[in-house]
C-alpha cells in the first residue's frame, strides 16, 4: 500500500516537472488546426479511417488530455498562461498625400513697412485759359455804342408755330459776341429750330429750359469775327392753340469791337407805325 503511494507521489512530482518544462507549439497547433479544416471542407476529401475510429481517437485523446490536467492542474493552465503573450492589432495610419511636385507653396505676404516719405500734396488741376470775353455793362436800352438791336414776332407766325427775330446791326467789327433769345412759357412752348444770317460754323448754339423760359443762346466762337452790318438772329418754337402773347419775351447781346464793350437788350412787344398823310387841293 506505502509503495503504490509512492508510485503515485513520485508519478506525479514527474507530471508537475513535465508540465512545467513544457512549451506548446502554438504555430503547428494552428497550423494543423487549418489543415484539418481545409481538408474537411475540400469536396473531393475521402475519411481514410472509418467514423467510428475517428470518434474513438477523438475521445480517446480528450481522456488523455483531461488526465494531464487533472495531474497537473493549476500548472499547466499558468505555464500556458504565462508562455502566451497578449496579441496587438498594428494599425496602419492613412498615408498623408505627397505635395505634387510641381505645385508651388503660396508666399508669406512681404511684412509692409511703414513709409518714412511723407505724401507729396495734391497739386491745384491746371486751369485752361478761359476763352469767355470779358463780361459787358448792363444793357440799358436797344442802342450801345457800335451795336443796335430790335425785337420783333414774325408775320409768317400761326396759332400754332412762332418765330421771334432778333435784328442787330453793327458799324464796327465785332471780335466777340452772345446773343440770348427768352421766350416765356406760355403753354406747350416746345423748341422747333433756330438759325442765324451769319455763317452757322462760326456759332455755338444751345437751347434749353430755364427758369419759366425757353432759352437761345448763340456765342461767337474764339477767332471768328462778325463784319460789320445788319444781321438776324431767329428762334422758331411751337405752342398751343391760338394766338400767343409775347409781351414776356425778351432778348439780350453783348459785343466787343476792339477794347470797346456794347450791351443791348429788348422785347417783342408789338408797334404801330402810324403814318401820316398830307391832303392835297382839290
Known amino acids: 500500500m506505502t509503495m503504490r503511494r509512492d508510485v503515485h507521489d ?86 498623408t498625400p505627397s505635395p505634387d511636385p510641381t505645385s508651388r507653396a503660396p508666399e508669406p505676404p512681404v511684412d509692409p513697412k511703414p513709409s518714412t516719405q511723407e505724401p507729396e500734396p495734391s497739386k491745384p488741376p491746371a486751369r485752361t485759359p478761359s476763352t469767355s470775353v470779358t463780361a459787358a455793362p448792363p444793357a440799358s436800352g436797344t442802342e450801345d455804342g457800335p451795336l443796335w438791336s430790335d425785337g420783333s414776332v414774325d408775320p409768317h407766325s400761326n396759332d400754332f408755330w412762332a418765330q421771334s427775330n432778333i435784328t442787330l446791326k453793327t458799324s464796327e467789327q465785332l471780335t466777340s459776341l452772345t446773343v440770348e433769345l427768352r421766350v416765356a412759357q406760355t403753354g406747350g412752348v416746345t423748341n422747333a429750330g433756330a438759325w442765324r444770317s451769319l455763317p452757322e460754323d462760326d456759332f455755338t448754339l444751345t437751347v434749353g429750359e430755364r427758369d419759366g423760359f425757353l432759352v437761345y443762346t448763340w456765342v461767337l466762337k474764339e477767332g471768328r469775327t462778325v463784319p460789320k452790318g445788319e444781321w438776324v438772329f431767329a428762334g422758331q418754337y411751337n405752342h398751343q392753340r391760338g394766338g400767343r402773347d409775347a409781351k414776356d419775351d425778351t432778348y439780350t447781346a453783348s459785343a466787343a469791337a476792339g477794347s470797346e464793350q456794347a450791351a443791348v437788350k429788348g422785347d417783342f412787344a408789338a408797334r404801330d407805325d402810324n403814318d401820316s398823310s398830307d391832303d392835297g387841293d382839290s
Do not use: C, N
Open 10 to 95: 513520485e508519478l506525479r512530482a514527474r507530471l508537475h516537472e513535465a508540465a512545467g518544462a513544457h512549451e506548446p507549439d502554438r504555430a503547428r497547433i494552428l497550423a494543423r488546426i487549418e489543415r484539418g479544416m481545409t481538408e474537411q471542407t475540400r469536396p473531393d476529401h475521402r475519411a481514410t479511417r472509418p467514423p467510428v475510429f475517428g470518434w474513438v481517437r477523438v475521445v480517446s485523446a480528450t481522456a488523455a488530455v483531461a488526465g494531464v490536467l487533472g495531474v497537473g492542474g493549476y500548472a499547466v493552465a499558468s505555464a500556458v498562461k504565462d508562455e502566451v503573450p497578449p496579441q496587438k492589432v498594428a494599425v496602419t495610419a492613412t498615408p
